[in-house]
């Protein structure tokens, strides 16, 4: 059965550096979003992207923040200079179309500490 | 704007008994599509079952099922025959009918089955 796979599970930056994280959606998907969790807390929407562009992303996507499909395959999430407060578990997520329900199909998560 | 609300932090279960999980949501949308996703200890997010906001009939997949008030705005998650795999987190979530339907979600139920 197709999978969203991430990479890597887990990474651990310093304060202020860049990270990318990385997401292969399936195969077939035009849909492609970004989610974050904190620990403890609830799912969080960052960003939605469609055809290469972002088509929504919430007050939490700075600047900081940005994405990119740089091939047919990955979709990458990279944070130009972290702080402590971006350290949560990321969701990429992928759906193959808008009609009907939609499901949308999540990977394992990149848990993301900064120090 | 939309919202889910779960308003259990925690339930308890014996093994073999059924549970019900409680989600209210609120919207002004007239199409709209319900979720819940189950979080196991080790972090992804496991799609479990889908309600679209036209669907007649209650959704069910094997041991889960969607009990759909539509009026009372409630889609609460029952679980049959409960079994010691099933102790995890427990999320609600609401497709936004807006841009490219990002989801939203509840702050979750940690189930517990004892044995």
């Known amino acids: 059965e197709p999978e969203v796979t991430q990479t890597p599970s887990h990474q651990v930056t310093q304060m202020g550096q860049e990270v990318i994280l990385r997401c292969v959606p399936i195969s077939n998907h035009l849909y492609f979003y970004w989610y974050r969790q904190i620990l403890g807390q609830k799912v969080e929407f960052l960003v939605s992207?469609?055809?290469?562009?972002?088509?929504?992303k919430s007050e939490i996507f700075d600047d900081q923040f940005s994405v990119e499909r740089p091939d047919g395959s990955n979709f990458t999430l990279k944070i130009r200079s972290t702080k402590l407060e971006d350290s949560a578990m990321y969701f990429c997520?992928?759906?193959?179309?808008?009609?009907?329900?939609?499901?949308?199909?999540f990977g394992p998560g990149t848990r993301l500490t900064v120090l | 704007a939309q919202k889910i609300t779960q308003t259990q932090p925690g339930m308890f279960v014996q093994e073999k008994e059924a549970v019900t999980l409680d989600c209210t949501y609120d919207t002004s949308d007239q199409s709209y599509g319900l979720f819940w996703y189950k979080q196991p200890s080790s972090g992804e997010m496991i799609f479990l079952i889908y309600q679209g906001s036209y669907d007649e009939q209650n959704a069910t997949e094997g041991r889960y099922s969607l009990n759909f008030q539509k009026a009372r705005k409630s889609a609460n998650l029952v679980i049959s025959a409960s079994q010691l795999g099933d102790s995890a987190m427990y999320f609600c979530?609401?497709?936004?009918?807006?841009?490219?339907?990002?989801?939203?979600f509840g702050t979750g139920t940690r189930l517990l089955v004892s044995p």
């Open positions: 997520a992928s759906r193959e179309g808008l009609a009907g329900g939609g499901e949308q199909f």
């Open positions: 979530a609401m497709r936004v009918n807006t841009g490219f339907q990002k989801l939203v």
């Open positions: 992207f469609y055809n290469n562009e972002i088509s929504e």
